[in-house]
């Protein structure tokens, strides 16, 4: 196992699948609310050779999980680029889902000379002006039912085939107080202006998305100078299990900018 040391004294575990030395740009994946590296098991193989590093936030997994008080988006930024630092990648592609997309999006504010392109899926800005979820959504997020939440990740033809594996990849923290922390973080309104990413960026969404409404992809792609979006109809929350096309829409934005 390989850890990375924060710059508050915290391990932060991840791991490389592939040879990073070989010309492709590597990728960085980052799952969301209290989700660890499994959280990108249904999207194993999807990335064809390109090296790819996953790794478990604190609070989840191996990692430790001790948060300051004002923890946010941008700690789990500079948890990442502790990652890359101690993988020895000094750019990469980067991939966020869900709170992933918001972390991914400090990446892109904060160090642009560590991100190559960037692709945010199922994302808000995470500030003032993102699209609020339906209350039932809510509910379900905050109830920590399972069965309820994977309604929400997945479409009910997919669930119906694949019951076991959806309520294995739901939110799994280590503690109580690892997920109010992932909590407290994501309801601080501190998300990066889009305006300020300068990556090439790809946005994807599920159409019929109602943990994170399409709204703020659309939003997103208006604010983000470089941006591209694909919506994923009839697709929700995790919309790429049912399809291979999402990740292939996302192996040739890689494979484009790596070309350029």
């Known amino acids: 196992m390989s850890y990375a040391n924060t710059d508050d004294g915290q391990k932060i575990w991840y791991a490389v699948t592939g040879e990073t030395d070989r010309g492709m740009t590597p990728l960085l994946l980052i799952q969301g609310l209290a989700l660890d590296h499994h959280g990108w098991d249904s999207a ?20 430790d999980d001790h948060f300051p008080d004002d923890w946010s988006m941008s700690g789990f930024a500079r948890d990442a680029v502790s990652v890359l630092d101690a993988a020895g990648i000094q750019r990469a592609m980067v991939y966020g889902h869900s709170m992933g997309g918001r972390i991914a999006q400090w990446l892109g504010a904060l160090y642009p000379d560590r991100v190559a392109a960037l692709v945010l899926g199922s994302t808000t800005a995470g500030d003032e002006t993102g699209v609020a979820r339906p209350q039932h959504a809510t509910d379900a997020l905050n109830s920590g039912d399972g069965a309820r939440l994977s309604t929400l990740f997945y479409t009910d033809a997919w669930l119906a085939e694949h019951g076991d594996t959806a309520t294995s990849v739901l939110p799994s923290p280590t503690s109580t107080a690892a997920m ?3 909590l407290a973080a994501v309801a601080r309104h501190d998300g990066p202006v889009p305006a300020q990413i300068e990556a090439p960026t790809l946005i994807l969404h599920g159409g019929d998305d109602e943990l994170t409404v399409v709204e703020n992809a659309r939003l997103l792609d208006r604010e983000i100078p470089r941006s591209t979006l694909q919506v994923f109809d009839g697709e929700r929350h995790v919309y790429w299990v049912a399809s291979e096309r999402p990740h292939a ?6 494979d484009e900018h790596d070309r350029r």
């Open 44 to 63: 194993d193989g999807d990335f064809g050779d390109r090296p790819v590093i996953v790794m478990d936030h604190r609070g989840t997994g191996a990692s």
């Open 180 to 182: 109010g922390a992932h």
């Open 249 to 254: 829409v996302v192996r040739s934005f890689f």
